[in-house]
């Protein structure tokens, strides 16, 4: 199984709908399907014993969600994007502001990137922010066929260079900062 994962918004879904390849959208099946235990500031709780299960059972290839890596799965792929894109495209799909700012938050401080590296096998990091979809679909799509395909030297190449931690979004933290200080 292979999770593509991110903060909402980076483009989880868009990538997955571009592969052209079947995949499980785990936000739709815990609608649909009743996968929840109640409901937070609008959001639904996942169960996410109950989507395992779900999932185990169906043995998708691909899942898809910012939750996706909590199922543990085999490799995840972390979507990641300039917290100040993704401030304006949440925007754009009509977050609130306090969706907003905890998304941002949550990708500027890797929040999705350190649990996956704490639950899953091997992890790549792929940032998402100056990449159409389809750029990112082919890259996503290389991943998959190396990793399915067991070609080791291409697959230590492509964990090499998609490896966690490349995608740094550090400057922006310390830019505002400095802008506090001198004002």
Known sequence: MIAITGTPGVGKTSVCKALG??????????????????????????????????????????????????LKPEIAIVLRTNPLLLAARLKQKGFSAEK????????????????????CETVYELDTSVKSKEEVATLVREIIDVETAGESGRKDALRAK?????????????????????S
């Open 162 to 182: 998609y490896k966690p931690g490349s995608v740094d979004w550090t400057f922006l933290v310390k830019a505002f900062l400095s802008k506090k200080t001198i």
């Open 100 to 119: 907003i700012a905890e998304n941002v938050d949550a990708e500027t401080l890797d929040v999705i990137l350190i649990e996956a590296v704490e639950l």
């Open 21 to 70: 390849m079947d995949f499980a959208d785990l936000n739709s099946l815990i609608a649909a399907e009743g996968f929840y235990t109640g409901v937070d500031k609008g959001s639904l709780i996942a169960d996410l014993n109950k989507l395992a299960d779900y999932v185990s059972r169906s043995e998708p290839l691909l899942i898809d969600s910012h939750l996706a890596h909590l």
